[in-house]
């Protein structure tokens, strides 16, 4: 059984919810947006400070562009400070698109009866795996519609398909989960295939907007939607992700609705979300949501360096949703994880397809990607920046979970594990996969960063790991 509501259905008027929509709206309406006061707000954040749900509405109202440049300097400080230029790059991987749920917004919904109906068996999920591999990726999120066919049962069995799956030196590190909530056993099931991330999108936190836009199946219950990290939680998985698609409601609303949500998950559990995720809507068959909500890009900028300045340690996740000028604008100002030759028809990745925008058919896909990027590609252009491309995984393997926060709060983690870390990783791509150019452009990157490191902790170390792999040795980390 996938779900069974009589396990969770609560009488509304005890449904007490973390998300109180008169207190987001208060503290929108009351905030002050002084300049002395939206400087000290960035000063705190600056000072490692998380910021209040008040704080935070006081940099979403703020509309003088003096400030607005100050927030966005702040961010990126910030950014620098807490999580120097690694960048994390993964693929996502669809398994199915099945769906009982009718979201408006998404392609995949029930009453889109043009959509092509697949669910790749476990062949064809190691081909697309095999594929990944051979592009050099080590961190995959699966994700699938929701469906009775995708039991817990069944998502444990595919992220199991995707550990077992070699190739050559390549393989899948970490595999994180983007599915429709379940109950606290089946949770329990999932998380013994060992999983990474479990990341669940809220979509709205305003429940008369999900409504609106939830028509039918069980994501129509608002209040099963909100909890099921708590499910997860419950289950033992401490490793969660939330996110608000952006475009269905007002977006200073959203935001607050997922600091809200971080508060919540913090005070119950004392771990907040590993990631934060915020897309925004892009174009599905037969779209049909209320446009007027929408995020203009200079809005949607001014989001990704708010969150950062309001969640200093949580990962914030962007994907091929957004067009690559975006997508390089913002991650000087918060973003940690990106996805990097993406393509999202299901089984897209073994058929040799690099997506591209135009040709995308959207009876085959989700929505609409503005990301045509090939992994290598990006690779090189952050390279060229001066990022460090990272496919660490280190930290889930040796059990440090939490580790955004440990990175924010124990002085030198990044210079002792996260860099030298990602430094390996991308050592190990250089080797296997990349083309002679990025090979030379990486390796000087490397020299610069290890020049820079020197004299920490693991330098010498480093240097030595960092030979082992030019001889052939994998896997090797901090
Ligand atoms: N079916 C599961 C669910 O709804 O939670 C898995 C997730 S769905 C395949 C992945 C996410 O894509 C959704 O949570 C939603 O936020 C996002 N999404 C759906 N339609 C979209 C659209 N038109 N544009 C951008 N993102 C969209
Ligand atoms: Fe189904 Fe998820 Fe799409 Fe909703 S967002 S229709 S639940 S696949």
């Known amino acids: 059984m996938i779900y069974n509501p009589e396990k969770y259905s609560i009488p509304d008027e005890r449904m007490v919810s973390f998300i109180d929509p008169d207190e987001i709206w208060h503290a929108l309406n009351n905030a002050n947006t002084d300049k002395s006061r939206v400087r000290d707000i960035i000063q705190a954040s600056l000072n490692?400070?998380?910021?209040?749900?008040?704080e935070t509405a006081d940099l979403l109202m703020t509309t003088d562009p003096e400030l607005i440049e100050e927030i966005l300097e702040g961010a990126r400080q910030l950014k620098e400070k807490v999580y120097g230029e690694r960048i994390v790059l993964f693929a996502p991987l669809y398994v199915g698109d099945l769906c009982t749920n009718n979201c408006l917004y998404c392609g995949f919904r029930a009453s889109n009866k043009e959509i092509k109906r697949v669910t790749l068996d476990f062949g064809e999920l190691e081909k697309e795996t095999l594929a990944l591999i051979d592009q050099g990726h080590k961190r995959l999120i699966l994700v699938y519609g929701e469906h009775p066919k995708?039991?817990?049962?069944?998502?444990?069995?595919?992220?199991?398909?995707?550990?077992?799956?070699?190739?050559?030196?390549?393989?899948?590190?970490?595999?994180?989960?983007?599915a429709a909530p379940f109950d606290i056993e089946g949770f329990r099931v999932i998380k013994d295939a060992g999983i990474g991330t479990y990341q669940i999108f809220q979509e709205t936190y305003h429940q008369p907007t999900y409504a609106k836009v939830h028509t039918r199946g069980m994501k129509s219950d608002y209040h099963w939607r909100l909890t099921a990290l708590d499910r997860a939680q419950e289950a033992g998985i401490d490793d969660v992700g939330i996110g608000a698609l952006f475009g269905l409601y007002d977006?200073?609303?959203?935001?607050?609705?997922?600091?809200?949500?971080?508060?919540?998950?913090e005070a119950v559990y004392h771990v907040g979300p590993h990631?934060?995720?915020f897309p925004r809507v892009q174009n599905a068959m037969n779209l049909d949501i209320d446009k007027n909500?929408?995020?203009?890009?200079?809005?949607?900028?001014?989001?990704?360096?708010?969150?950062r300045l309001a969640?200093?340690?949580?990962?914030?996740?962007?994907?091929?949703?957004?067009?690559?000028?975006i997508r390089d604008k913002v991650l000087r100002f918060g973003v940690s994880q990106i996805d990097g030759g993406t393509n999202i028809e299901l089984g897209g990745y073994s058929?040799?397809?690099?997506?591209?925008?135009?040709s995308q058919d959207l009876s085959k896909e989700q929505f609409q990607i503005n990301d045509t990027r090939s992994l290598n590609e990006i690779m090189n252009e952050l390279i060229d920046k001066g990022y460090i491309p990272s496919f660490c995984t280190a930290c889930y393997r040796l059990d440090r979970t939490g580790e955004h926060f440990m990175e924010f709060t124990v002085p030198g983690f990044i210079k002792r594990f996260c860099s030298p870390n990602a430094l390996l990783t991308l050592a190990e791509y250089l080797e296997d996969y990349a083309p002679m150019q990025t090979k030379e452009q990486g390796y000087i990157l490397i020299e610069q960063k290890v020049n820079e490191l020197s004299g920490s902790q693991n330098t010498v170390s480093l240097v030595e790991k960092l030979q082992q792999i030019k001889e052939g040795k994998r896997d090797l980390y901090f």
């Open 48 to 54: 490692k400070k998380r910021l209040s749900l008040q």
């Open 150 to 178: 995708y039991s817990a049962q069944f998502i444990h069995d595919t992220v199991k398909v995707v550990y077992a799956t070699k190739h050559q030196n390549g393989e899948i590190r970490r595999v994180n989960i983007n």
């Open 251 to 265: 977006w200073r609303f959203e935001a607050l609705g997922l600091v809200r949500h971080v508060n919540h998950l």
């Open 275 to 277: 990631t934060i995720s």
């Open 293 to 307: 909500y929408l995020v203009k890009d200079d809005e949607f900028v001014r989001l990704v360096a708010i969150l």
């Open 311 to 325: 969640v200093p340690y949580t990962g914030m996740i962007l994907t091929a949703r957004e067009p690559a000028e």
């Open 351 to 358: 058929k040799g397809k690099t997506a591209v925008a135009a």
